[in-house]
């Protein structure tokens, strides 16, 4: 089994920052890509951000030039810094990941982030 906790939503007002956190624990031979998925109210899940073993990143274009994907291979971990929050960030965040051999994809649980006045 396989397990993922994500950490460090909130509310913040516009034009403030957070960091989110992901760890992945379990029968983990190794993780492949690393990815930030989103979904707001009424709204379908859409990718973020990802990052790959090697550290390439790819972003949504809404994310370019706000949030930073990272990874701590070591640990498993899994971060995005945001910052330049606008009310459209608004969305619960979710943590996914894809492991070697069988290319098997896991999701967290997902983290609220609410960006308000």
């Known amino acids: 089994q396989v397990h993922l906790v994500e950490s460090g939503g909130g509310f913040v007002q516009p034009g403030g920052s957070l960091r989110l956190s992901c760890a992945a624990s379990?029968?983990?031979?190794?993780?492949?890509?690393m990815n930030w998925y989103r979904q707001a109210p009424g709204k379908e899940r859409e990718l973020v951000a990802g990052?790959?073993?090697?550290?390439?990143?790819a972003y949504a274009d809404s994310a370019k030039g706000r949030f930073t994907i990272s990874r701590d291979n070591a640990k498993n971990m899994v971060f995005l810094q945001m910052s330049s929050l606008k009310p459209e960030d608004t969305a619960v965040y979710y943590c996914?990941?894809?492991?070697?051999?069988?290319?098997?994809?896991?999701w967290g649980q997902g983290t609220q982030v609410t960006v308000s006045s």
């Open positions: 990052i790959t073993t090697g550290g390439t990143t």
């Open positions: 379990g029968s983990i031979f190794k993780i492949n890509a």
């Open positions: 996914n990941i894809v492991v070697y051999p069988d290319m098997t994809g896991y």
